[in-house]
């Protein structure tokens, strides 16, 4: 028969059991939390840009200053933007491999697979987590896309401006004849300023002889 001491260490023990497998236990779900995807429609919202692709190439990097895991770039194709400021068919998206057990990298993306991209930064380089929504393009995913976004459109760069004229004179073009006439005038006056210089030359030598 144990003791009350002894009895005591076991109740101590048993509550220190106890209480280690609720942390351990408690801890797991929260970390699958915090890395979970939500919605479909929570993805739209937090996202900066929504859009499809296929990816063309991945090269992965490992990270700097001994951290575990690696950086993943891929080159991107884009197909259909439903959402944010993409104007060009071409965009990189980096990822980040798993590093450890919290770690919420998405890793590494199929080549010549097409998905539906959930993204945040910006056009020079986007990147995408694994709580992100970003995910292979089914058609379930792009059918609900597209009831919460629209159609979308193709990732064309906008159109350049069009050039406008302005009309300087609404009125009719003058005519040969309107416009030359000041010249002509002036000639008509200089031929006859001459022919009287000459007659008043003249006449002091017709009324000598």
Request: hydrophobic residues 40%.
């Amino acid at each position: 028969m144990l003791s009350p001491l002894h009895r005591l260490l076991v109740r101590a023990l048993a509550a220190l059991l106890f209480a280690g497998c609720c942390v351990f236990f408690t801890s797991v779900p929260a970390l699958a939390r915090d890395c979970a995807t939500g919605t479909t429609q929570m993805s739209t919202k937090g996202a900066k840009a929504v859009y499809t692709g296929t990816v063309t190439t991945a090269v992965s990097k490992q990270k700097a200053g001994g951290q575990r895991g690696a950086t993943i770039t891929h080159d991107v194709t884009v197909d259909r933007v439903y959402k944010g400021d993409i104007s060009s068919p071409h965009a990189k998206v980096e990822t980040s491999s798993a590093g450890g057990g919290s770690s919420c990298g998405l890793g590494k993306l199929t080549v010549g697979k097409q998905y539906m991209f959930f993204v945040q930064g910006d056009p020079s380089l986007w990147t995408a987590e694994r709580g992100s929504g970003t995910a292979p393009a089914t058609g379930k995913l792009v059918a609900q896309v597209v009831r919460l976004l629209g159609d979308g459109r193709p990732p064309t760069p906008p159109a350049p401006p069009q050039a406008v004229f302005t009309n300087v004179s609404d009125g009719e073009p003058e005519s040969l004849t309107r416009a030359a006439a000041p010249g002509v005038a002036l000639v008509l006056i200089g031929l006859l300023g001459l022919i009287v210089v000459r007659r008043v030359g003249r006449a002091p030598g017709r009324d000598h002889h």
